[in-house]
């Protein structure tokens, strides 16, 4: 391994992301581990220079304190306890060390390396995914996205063509979408990638659903029957790559912390289809995994491009999806992008996207009375996605692109800014 590694295990604190974070901001490669973990894990972990027990708020678990084995006390590792009481490390402290307390730590006392780099961390996994993979086959579900695009790259990079990713188009990506997806990994990182147009199927599902969450969970558990059919025409396959990252392992509940919410990365498949996962990403924030994809040679439009919702366009097209308004959206919402590149506002704003209500209003065109569909604009800022504010839009570029998409897209008669903060209103509209 190339990195000197600190570990912080988790004893029911709720920031020991921002130690990680420090950690790492200095340079040492850093990993959270559960309270629980057992020396033999701990020393498969390799190049490990130092501990940090983090305890706080969540350390009574059950009605119990948590604490680690106690062999591990005397593995000979340099150790720093953070609110947790034991007379066994080198330093106890009663709160989060400043950054002096936790620099002295980490290279006087453990005499870490600051050799955590992107090239490093890559050559590590790179590695460490062999080593699990050995000669054997892992199948990965490519949406995209940036976090399934950072890990197929990744799996490439290890082991080529014993990776098998499969893309399924469910007909609401946006324009051009799966073909970006097929042109990166097919033609330029030669993946082995099985291309599955399921349009129509999803078409077909959702027809006359009107309700969000029904349409979400329609989409949801189809994407996985087809995503399930394509593993079952396929021999010898073992694993499944994920793209699972930091937060999601957070927001999914760690021993000592409640769940926020569920994640639809794991699981899902039946029973029978068991694999072992390979997760060369899960212990990185969404930047380093965007710097990873770049130091990986992913393009920027691909590492750097917005949230988009795994149900896509479908939760943007309102109430029950018809064509002729999901090829409203999907071209709308082409334009919007386009436009805001053009007045450098992609990189700036957080989320920017069109929606088409299922409601026509009246107008007028070539002289003659209209009935046609509306665009909403949407534009927001965010830090978490939790709460937002709007994007104020220079007025010059919102008549451009209104322009645009009441020429250039069939059946819309109006164009709409949408000015509500988050909340009280959602990011998405449904
Ligand atoms: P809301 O609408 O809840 O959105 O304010 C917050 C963020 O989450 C995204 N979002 C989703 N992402 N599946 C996803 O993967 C979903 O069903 C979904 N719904 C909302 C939304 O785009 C925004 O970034």
Redesign the pocket.
């Known amino acids: 391994m190339k990195q000197d590694m600190i570990v912080i295990l988790d004893l029911g604190s709720s920031r020991n992301t921002d130690i990680a974070r420090q950690i790492r901001d200095m340079g040492v490669y850093s990993e959270i581990h559960p309270h629980d973990i057992t020396i033999e894990e701990l020393k498969k972990l390799e190049n490990v220079k130092g501990i940090v027990l983090n305890g706080g708020e969540n350390r009574v678990v059950d009605g119990a304190a948590v604490d680690i084995d106690p062999a591990l006390y005397g593995c000979g590792y340099p150790m720093m306890a953070v609110d947790h009481p034991t007379a066994k490390c080198e330093r106890i402290l009663k709160e989060l060390p400043d950054e002096s307390a936790l620099r002295a730590f980490v290279f006087d006392v453990c005499k870490a390396q600051a050799n955590w780099n992107m090239k490093n961390f890559i050559a590590d996994q790179v590695e460490l995914i062999r080593r699990q993979v050995g000669d054997r086959k892992v199948l990965l579900a490519l949406s995209g996205g940036v976090d399934s695009s950072v890990v197929a790259a990744m799996l490439i990079k290890a082991i080529g063509k014993q990776l098998v990713c499969v893309h399924v188009n469910h007909g609401l990506m946006r324009k051009n979408e799966s073909e970006s997806v097929i042109q990166v990994f097919k033609d330029q990182l030669h993946a082995n990638l099985i291309y599955v147009d399921a349009a129509e199927r999803f078409l077909g599902k959702l027809e006359g659903v009107a309700d969000p969450e029904e349409k979400?969970k329609i989409i949801?558990s189809e994407f996985i029957r087809v995503f399930e059919e394509e593993a079952r025409k396929l021999e010898g396959i073992d694993f499944l790559g994920q793209g699972t990252i930091y937060p999601d392992i957070i927001e999914s509940g760690t021993k000592t912390a409640k769940m926020v919410k569920s994640h639809?990365n794991v699981g899902g498949l039946p029973e029978d289809l068991k694999f072992e996962l390979v997760e060369p990403l899960k212990q990185l924030f969404k930047d380093e995994v965007r710097a990873c994809g770049v130091e990986l040679g992913l393009p920027e439009g691909m590492v750097y491009r917005?949230?988009?919702?795994?149900?896509g366009l479908g939760?943007r097209c309102l109430g029950a999806i018809t064509r002729d308004r999901l090829e409203a959206v999907r071209e709308s919402d082409a334009i919007l992008r386009e436009e805001f590149a053009r007045a450098g506002l992609d990189k700036k704003v957080?989320?920017y996207?069109t929606v088409v209500p299922d409601f026509k209003s009246v107008g007028v065109k070539d002289n003659a009375r209209c009935f046609d569909y509306m665009v909403i604009i949407r534009a927001i800022n965010?830090v978490d996605?939790?709460s937002?504010s709007v994007e104020r839009v220079d007025w010059d570029v919102l008549g451009r692109i209104t322009d645009r998409i009441l020429s250039e897209v069939g059946n819309v008669n109006r164009v709409c800014f949408d000015m509500s903060p988050?909340p009280p209103?959602?990011?998405?509209?449904?």
């Not at 917005?306 to 149900?311: A, E, L, N, S």
């Not at 209103?425 to 449904?430: D, M, S």
């Open positions: 979400r949801g639809h917005q949230p988009f919702p795994g149900p939760v957080w989320q996207f965010t996605a939790m937002a988050k209103a959602t990011i998405e509209f449904e």
